[in-house]
Structures are given as C-alpha cells and as structure tokens.
C-alpha cells in the first residue's frame, strides 16, 4: 500500500504527523510524504460482536525491530507532472524523516532525517530543482534525540532556531544555513518548550522551570545569547500557559495551580499587564475552595543517591492525623509524560472523591520521566524502560511514611493506564511486600510487542538488547505477584495490543496466580466512561481497607 500526503499509523502515533504536505510559499508546489507500507507486517483486529462471524480488521503495525515503510519526500508541481524526489541518505526503511517543510523560500525543503536508533537527527536542507541535500546540522546522543516539531527561522530565513540536549540541558542554538551553530540560551536550565520570536527586538521568548520542575514560566533571551530574564512575575507559583501574538507584543495568559481552576486573560508583553480578564472561574473557586482547603500538598521525597522525587499527595476530607491511612497510588513513570504538575487538572476533583472513602491518594515522577531537570534526568534510563523507575516509584513512596507518618505501608494500592498500566504491574510483580492491590489498564507486559519508533527509541532494537527488554517487561516477573491485580483492556485497541494482555493471562495462568480481568469488546486504547471508573474504583475500594487505623 503506498500513502500519500498523509502519514501512516506509526508515524501518526509516535510522530503526531497527520497533513503530510506542504504548499510553497509562491504557490507553485507541493512537498508530501510518501509511504510505502508493502512489507510491513500486519496486525489482526477480531471483532466477535457486530455481527455473525467474527469481523477481522488488518492495517501494517511496525513492532519494534520489524520492518518500517519506507518514507521519502517528494516534491510536485501544482500543474501536475512527474515527482521530483528529495534524495535523504540511508535505507528508506530504516530511516526516519520525523519533520518537513519549505525552508523559508520556495526552493529548498528542510528535513529532520533521524537514523532508525532516533540516536541522530540530521537537518538536510534539498534542493527541489536537482533532488540534492546538503547537512546543515547534526544532533546527537548517546540515548536518543528528540524532534523539533517545528522549524522557526530566524533573520529572515538566515538561520533556524533548533532545540538539542548537546550540552546536558535543553538549549535554543541559532544555526546558519552554513552550520555554524550558536547558542541563545545558555543558562543552565531547561528550555521546556518555545512560545515566540520577536526577530524584530532580538527575544526568543519560551517556558521554562528553572527551580521547581512541576511549574511553568515565561523566560526570554536574547537571540544573541547575551541575557535571560524571566518575564512572568514573581509570586504567582504554579502553571503559566502563553499564546504570544506573532510580534510577540500580546498574549493570551492563562494560570493555575494544582488546587486552584485557572484564570484566562490576554496581557502586553514585556510587562506582564494584564489588558482583559476572560475569566476567572470564581464560581468554580468558591465551589471547590471549600471542598480541597488543606488537603493538598506538593513535595519532594529523596530516595537513592540524593536523587529528588517530586509527588502529590491528597488526604481525606475528615483526616486525623493521628491515624494511620491506606495510600493509593496513580502512576505512569514512562519517558512518554509526567503526572506531576503544579496546575488544575481533570484528575483532581475523582481523586479527592476517592480520597473521601477514606484514603491518601499521591502520584511520583521518578527519573525518565520528561521534567525540565535536565538530560541526565530524562536519559539514564535508556536502554532499560521500567527498571529503574519501578525501583524509585517504590522507594519514594516508603520516603513519603517516612516524612509523613500517617502513610501506611501495610495498606497500598496503586493504578495506571497504557505506559502506567505496565508500571503498575511492574510494581506489583517487584515489590508485592509493597503494593497489595492494583489496578493495570491496557498495559505493555511485553516490550517486544509495542511499535518501532516509541519502543526502539528508549530501549534500542530487540536483537541488540535482549536483557533490557526483558528485564523491563512485566511478563519476565509475573512469578511475584501476591496481592490482588485487576487487568483492563479493550480488544479492539490498535495501539497497545490486547496481545500483549493475553500472553500476560496465559503466563498467570501458568503460574496458577489468581487476578481479575475485565475486557471491552472492540474499545480502542481511550476507553472512558462511568462503567471503566465504577470498576477501577470500586476494585481499589473492595480490596483496600479504607479509614484511619
């Protein structure tokens, strides 16, 4: 099957590529992606309910170390006519060209050319006339490197503003079209994500944490490296989200904090004024005020090596700190996302109801997780997915009884959904004198069955790293489960396979450990609703003692 102008599935979930084209800016041409998917294996969907005889649904699905498509850019005139090929170096099937794009003129296309280890990313500039690419900068690791997702350009289309982690933090450089790199960004902190260029002024204007890594700010540097200085003001902690205006002179400005609903408002930059309040939501505040007032907390626990392990915590309504309460625990832990962060989110209000029955409720992000505290931070779990984090996820909750004694250790529950379902299950297969109870929906229990790109991108390829991907699957230590397990999964999920449960149960089996299961016919890996919520709770709430002791 060949694709064009849109992506295929792996690209679409690993990459977030969907509109796999681009108009030049004179109108004249079009760039589009190309896949060829004939040799991709493919993966089989059975749906047993919709109609009389089961219904088997196949689209190519690269597991990790299997074969790709093979990706090439093309470049068309608008007329019609034959395709010009942009020549990327390398096997097309073993390549990745993660971005692309008009450089700035409507005579050369800028790629993001990644090897198949994600351990490179070559920017090739091509030309559309004669197909040729030349390199205008190399980003490298020894883990692997993240994407740009998009390609700002800076002095007119003289140099492109590229984010790398070269130097052990994640830093802005100006790269000329001739590969002379220079940084903007300097200080040593994360740059957590652009949010504008004032070419005009010289700011690069972007978010940043430098001091707690669960919060969001403003910063801005000079696009010649020369100073830094943080724009949001002072005193108002928490999470800080920006849409700056192309001159970057407004923005919208929106703020909250992991307890309190979010204001919206557009203010003049660089001052910080605020010139309309959208909302405030002092409705929502003075309903949910009442209902949190003091029973939060955002901390830091220290666990192995001096290592800062940042958490929340949600106690009961009706607490005595006296007593000692079960603790539940909601984790996730993979590369992919953190569950802790200092701004009002959907989880909040469920967790606290949860809390009501008569729990702590918390949630860790250990080392590999994406917080703004450096490469190092992120990296040192490469090769290993699951490892070390199960060891920390564990080790700072029993640092959390230790700071605050009212954690009983005898009475834990953890859950966890897709990168969280397997860490659930990673946590209690390897510490069940732990964790007693959890809950593990639509999880990875084998590694080798996830796609190439996310899968080979922190674990490397299967045949080159055959302890690591065993000694991060949870199916390598099913032997330890002790407590009570409830396993979630839809059997129509295209993207963490119910596979992978199934070879789960059959090894249980083998085992003859006893867990619970519960499917969704034909759900796909978003599975929502009240029945999933009354379920997950209810398990937590049935198999873990509630209510100070």
């Avoid at 102008?5 to 990459?15: L, N």
């Amino acid at each position: 099957m060949i694709i064009n102008g849109t992506s295929d599935w792996v690209y679409e979930e690993e990459f977030g590529l969907r509109d796999g084209f681009e108009w030049s800016p004179d109108g004249r041409r079009i760039a589009y992606f190309q896949f060829d998917q004939s040799d991709v294996p493919e993966f089989a969907l059975v749906n047993y309910t919709d109609s009389l005889y089961p219904v088997i649904t196949k689209y190519p699905y690269p597991k990790a170390g299997q074969t790709n498509a093979a990706v090439r850019v093309g470049v068309v005139d608008a007329s019609g006519g034959p395709t010009r090929w942009i020549d990327a170096p390398g096997d097309p099937r073993n390549i990745y060209i993660a971005r692309m794009a008009w450089a700035e003129n409507s005579r050369e296309v800028i790629l993001q050319h990644l090897n198949r280890l994600q351990n490179t990313n070559n920017v090739l500039l091509g030309d559309v006339e004669t197909g040729g690419t030349r390199l205008i900068f190399c980003d490298r690791d020894e883990a692997w490197v993240d994407i740009n997702e998009s390609f700002i350009w800076l002095e007119n289309g003289k140099a492109l503003l590229f984010v790398s982690e070269e130097d052990g933090w994640r830093h802005a450089y100006a790269v000329s079209r001739d590969g002379q790199a220079r940084l903007i960004t300097s200080e040593p902190f994360d740059l957590v994500s652009v949010a504008g260029v004032d070419d005009a002024g010289g700011w690069l204007y972007y978010i940043a944490s430098p001091e707690n890594a669960t919060q969001r700010y403003l910063y801005r540097s000079r696009l010649d490296g020369s100073k830094t200085e943080r724009v949001t003001p002072a005193g108002i902690p928490g999470t800080h989200t920006y849409d700056l205006s192309p001159d970057c002179r407004w923005a919208f400005h929106g703020y909250s904090t992991f307890d309190t609903p979010g204001l919206s408002e557009m203010i003049s930059l660089p001052d910080h004024k605020s010139v309309r309040l959208f909302t405030d939501n002092a409705e929502l505040k003075a309903k949910v005020g009442p209902i949190l007032a003091g029973r939060t907390e955002m901390f830091q626990v220290t666990v192995d090596d001096g290592v800062k392990i940042d958490g929340w915590l949600i106690r009961p309504s009706r607490f005595d700190p006296s007593k000692k309460y079960p603790i539940i625990v909601y984790v996730y832990g993979e590369p992919f996302d953190t569950t802790v962060n200092d701004s009002w989110g959907y989880r909040l209000l469920p967790s606290a109801a949860l809390a009501d029955e008569g729990y702590l409720v918390a949630s860790f992000d250990n080392r590999g997780t994406p917080a703004p505290k450096g490469r190092a931070w992120r990296k040192v779990i490469y090769g290993a997915v699951g490892v070390l984090a199960s060891k920390e996820q564990a080790a700072a909750l029993r640092a959390l009884a230790v700071s605050h004694p009212y954690v009983d250790l005898n009475r834990v529950g953890v859950y966890g959904w897709s990168g969280g379902g397997s860490m659930t299950l990673n946590l209690m297969f390897r510490s069940p004198e732990l964790y007693k109870v959890g809950v593990a929906g639509a999880p990875v229990p084998d590694q080798t069955l996830y796609d190439s790109i996310y899968q080979e991108r922190y674990m490397g390829l299967p045949a080159d790293n055959v302890r690591g991907y065993h000694d991060g699957s949870p199916l390598s230590f099913a032997e330890g489960l002790e407590g009570k397990l409830l396993i979630i999964h839809g059997t129509g999920d295209d993207n963490v396979h119910f596979q992978g449960t199934q070879r789960l149960i059959n090894r249980l089996i083998e085992l003859n450990k006893q867990f619970h299961f519960m499917e969704y016919p034909n759900r796909r890996h978003g599975i929502g609703g009240p029945h999933l919520e009354n379920l997950r709770y209810g398990f937590l709430m049935e198999h873990l003692p509630a209510g100070g002791r």
